[in-house]
């Protein structure tokens, strides 16, 4: 939990710094960069945790994979690291990331669907989407067919299930809690 405020405090610092600056592109590109790296390479990932490993040998790391990076961007990978909160930097990138999402006015949506959308319905989706969420809606769309028809949207920790397999369980649900309605009385 303390990991989390300390990530918080330091994203929160870069974007008020890149906003401040008139530099959010180049720093969030950076700062993409940056946690892609981390998260696709365990040696790095390993190598900003150890303990055993001296700050100026990971900071000569870092300056290798910013060298086309923003100087704001180096500095602030360079802070970090003077503070020995290197072991925090993915955390630090992935809240960022966040932050600068809802500053935008942005958000992505992970949607699983029983079969592939049309750019008709992608569009009505979004449409939707964009208008309930008050938002500019990024798709990661994903197939599986145990839905047999429908959608799942997921927006950060909400999910809004459309499926055809939840108003299904739904109706299964009232009909045993409530019984059967036939529209006969005795």
């Known amino acids: 939990m303390a990991d989390s405020k300390v990530s918080y405090r330091y994203a929160s610092s870069l974007?008020?710094?890149?906003?401040?600056?008139?530099?959010?592109?180049?720093?969030?590109?950076?700062?993409?960069?940056?946690?892609?790296?981390?998260?696709?390479?365990?040696?790095l990932r390993n190598l900003l945790e150890s303990p055993v490993i001296k700050p100026h040998s990971k900071a000569s790391i870092m300056d290798e994979i910013l060298s086309k990076a923003h100087p704001e961007t180096k500095k602030f990978v360079r802070f970090v690291i003077?503070?020995?909160?290197?072991?925090l930097l993915f955390g630090i990138t992935s809240v960022f990331l966040r932050l600068r999402d809802e500053y935008i006015g942005f958000v992505n949506v992970s949607i699983k669907t029983a079969y592939e959308f049309n750019d008709e319905q992608k569009k009505r989706l979004k449409e939707k989407l964009e208008s309930?969420?008050?938002?500019?809606?990024?798709?990661?769309?994903?197939?599986?067919?145990?839905?047999?028809?429908?959608?799942?949207?997921?927006?950060?920790?909400?999910?809004?299930?459309a499926?055809?397999?939840?108003?299904?369980?739904?109706?299964?649900?009232?009909?045993?809690?409530?019984?059967?309605?036939t529209g006969q009385t005795n």
Do not use: C, P, W
């Open 82 to 87: 003077d503070k020995n909160r290197e072991d």
């Open 163 to 181: 499926s055809l397999k939840h108003q299904l369980d739904l109706l299964r649900t009232q009909l045993l809690e409530g019984g059967i309605y």
């Open 132 to 161: 309930l969420l008050n938002k500019k809606v990024g798709f990661n769309f994903e197939i599986d067919k145990s839905l047999v028809g429908g959608f799942i949207a997921q927006v950060n920790d909400t999910v809004y299930d």
């Open 15 to 43: 974007l008020g710094l890149a906003v401040e600056k008139k530099i959010l592109d180049a720093v969030s590109e950076d700062v993409e960069m940056v946690r892609s790296a981390i998260e696709k390479n365990a040696m």
